[in-house]
């Protein structure tokens, strides 16, 4: 079992123990929602800085799974491996 | 001793001022810096000092935070404070109004949101309950956006009784008799001058609503060209324009003690949004919007940026401080009703809102980290 990654921006690590990562455990591909739930898990305040209340991720977060945007993918259905890194991001925004 | 406690939300940031006499102003360090604040509460209720803001971040999105200490420290309910059920599909997309209710309801704090929508505090704004009552409203599908955003931006619990009304953009003026449960449009009387039938039942831009504090009956409206009043809880509306410069802005605000007294802010029109002939003043009526005094002392000569509507507000001091700050980060403040201006403070991000109260203490505000 190899976990993933979670990268985290800088302004969100206070929700996660000052962490720049978070390593969930995974032992086959899963949606890119449940590795994002599993960090969520216990931090609603995390939760509610990435993914709105229907779920849908908020306009200007971006995540990554190996690089690639999962907007360009499948979503937040966009399958994670055992192994991958996932990065959170917020993209360029504001003025 | 007595502070007057102005808060000051803008487009980057929440500044908090200070003031024993109410000319000279101690300006904090921002708090929330790069985060929008659309919309702010002072709570005076119970002894207590409650700083409410609505916040919007472009990235991580619109939350409610607190600050029972003027300001050194924040909390931020951890299920997140306004949030729709999953079953409304919807998400919150900005708190544009938080209104602590009357002294015989403490704890109630009511808040207007985007989408247009209603929501009830009892916790003094801890936790908000959908009001299901506007939010089920079959006119809901016919409510459009304002230039800024389709909200409810006023919320009026009458003190009087369980009347309650509310204004959006667009949708007009809204009246429940029953404490919230029930809704009717109620704008007979204001224009519509955009749309096919100028007299519509509802879909009106009403900029803001105030309420006489003597008589709950009696509501002051500034609406997207047209002031006006009601003296009869908003069944009829009738014009109290004249003698106004322009019949656009945003502001409406009312004497916290006085009947008949009310302030606005005009602005040109609809398609020029800077004060008339770049010239910003104040103007205050003393009986209903019967005749309107200018007021401009202390106010620069030239002044091209707008007044948004909820950014001017006045204490409960006497006499009565009007407070207010310009798109282009100028805040006014005056300790005589609005007959002499004195700066508080210049070259803020835009500013948003801008709230005013006397406090019990003498902290100054300090910066968040």
Known sequence: MSPVTVLIPTLLRPLVGDRSAVEVPLEAPAPVSAVLDTVADGRPIFARRIRDETGALRRYVNVYVDGEDVRRAD??????SPGSEVMIIQSVAGG | ????????????GLWLATSTDRHNWSLSQPHHLMTEIPSVGIDTRGGRTRILVGMMDWHWGPTVVY????????????????????????????????QPDSEERPGVVWAGCEPISVWKSTDGGEHFELNRGLWDHPHRSEWGAGFGGAAAHSVLPSPADDTVHVAMSTGGVY?????GQSWEPRN????????PDPNPEFGQCVHKIARDSVNPQRLYAQNHHGVYRSDDGAETWESIADG??????????????????????????????????????????DDAGATWTRLDKGLPPTEYNA????????????????????????????????????????????????????????????ASP
């Open chain 2, 67 to 98: 600050s029972d200490d003027l300001g050194a420290t924040w909390s931020e309910p951890e299920q997140g404070a306004i949030k729709f059920a999953e079953s409304d599909e919807t998400a919150l997309g900005r708190i544009w109004q938080l």
């Open chain 2, 175 to 179: 009246r429940s008799t029953d404490g």
């Open chain 2, 307 to 366: 007044v948004l509507r909820d950014a001017a507000g006045v204490d409960t001091a006497d006499p009565v401080g009007v407070y207010f700050g310009t798109r282009g980060g100028s805040v006014y403040a005056s300790a005589d009703e609005g007959e002499n201006f004195t700066e508080v403070a210049s070259h803020l991000p835009d500013v948003l809102c801008v709230r005013a109260a006397v406090v019990v203490g003498t902290a100054a505000p300090v």
């Open chain 2, 244 to 285: 106004l410069p322009a019949d656009f802005g945003f502001v409406m605000l009312s004497h916290p003690r006085r009947s008949g007294t009310a302030w606005v802010v005009p602005l040109k029109a609809d398609g020029e949004r800077i004060p008339p002939d770049a010239r910003l003043a104040v103007h205050r009526t």
């Open chain 1, 75 to 80: 979503g937040l259905a966009t399958p994670v």
């Open chain 2, 1 to 12: 001793m007595e502070t007057t406690l102005l808060a000051i939300g803008t487009k980057k």
């Open chain 2, 188 to 195: 007979k009387g204001i224009s519509a001058y955009f749309m």
